[in-house]
């Protein structure tokens, strides 16, 4: 078996567990009342807040530039407001409610982390290339990190009642583009760190967008409690707590 497939499937392999590990995480609670489901989101939230902020930008500034990384945002955020009014299956909007709505943003969400995926995959497959003990302790780093993001997808589907295998095969099938980054990133050898940075801030730019458009206000609208409050609190927390770790 060759380097380039190795690598793919290693990404593969690292893309899916991680993600798919964070969805089965969040399915362990069964029927869930609003107040908890408002928690979920909001926690939901602020774990997405916590990568973004602590992790992708930092990592997009490192490998390019504040302005590069500025402008990768902002690209990441006009893409999904396109999308946004533009795709039918994400065109409902201020009168969505319920069920829809919460598909609506578990789509744009694995959208999101899908496009964080490949830039991740692409680093892995060069590193690989480089040294396998190399790629295979990035992989071993990406999974890790990819756990909280799974859970954060999971979260609005499981608002939205989608069948548990479902929401399941959903947050492993984002993970899948990392191992398509891991093939592209091992056939060229190299790439360019300022095509990464600007793939992870638009990445982060485009979860930003949907953390304060939908899963905060999502979580608010669920239950009049503090729910939805304490569970962003909480999933930032627990974001920065999981990242100190790994």
Request: aromatic share 8%; proline share 4%; no cysteine.
């Amino acid at each position: 078996m060759d380097d380039v497939l190795q690598a793919t499937l290693v990404g593969l392999f690292a893309g899916i567990l991680g993600t798919g590990s964070g969805g089965a995480i969040a399915l362990m609670v069964k029927n869930p009342r609003n107040e908890l489901l408002s928690f979920i989101l909001g926690f939901s939230g602020g774990i997405m807040l916590a990568i973004v902020l602590t992790d992708l930008v930092p990592e997009a500034v490192l490998l390019g530039t504040f302005k590069t990384a500025i402008l990768g945002m902002l690209l990441g955020i006009v893409f999904i407001l396109f999308l946004d009014f533009n795709l039918p299956v994400l065109k409902a909007r201020e009168n969505t409610r319920g069920t829809t709505r919460f598909i609506r943003t578990g789509a744009m969400l694995g959208l999101s982390i899908a496009m964080h995926n490949l830039p991740e995959g692409i680093a892995m497959g060069a590193g690989y290339i480089r040294s396998p003990s190399l790629g295979l302790s990035l992989a071993l780093t990406f999974a890790v990190h990819n756990i909280p993001e799974g859970v954060a997808m999971a979260g609005p589907l499981h608002a939205a009642k989608i069948p548990a295998w479902r929401i399941f095969f959903f947050a492993s099938l984002v993970g899948v583009p990392e191992g398509i980054g891991a093939f592209i990133g091992a056939s060229l050898g190299s790439i360019s760190p300022l095509v990464l940075s600007m793939a992870l801030s638009f990445a982060g730019g485009a979860m930003l967008y949907i953390i304060f458009s939908e899963l905060i206000p999502g979580a608010q609208e669920l239950s009049r409690g503090l729910e939805g409050t304490i569970g962003t609190v909480f999933g930032i927390l627990s974001g920065l707590i999981f990242l100190a770790l790994v």
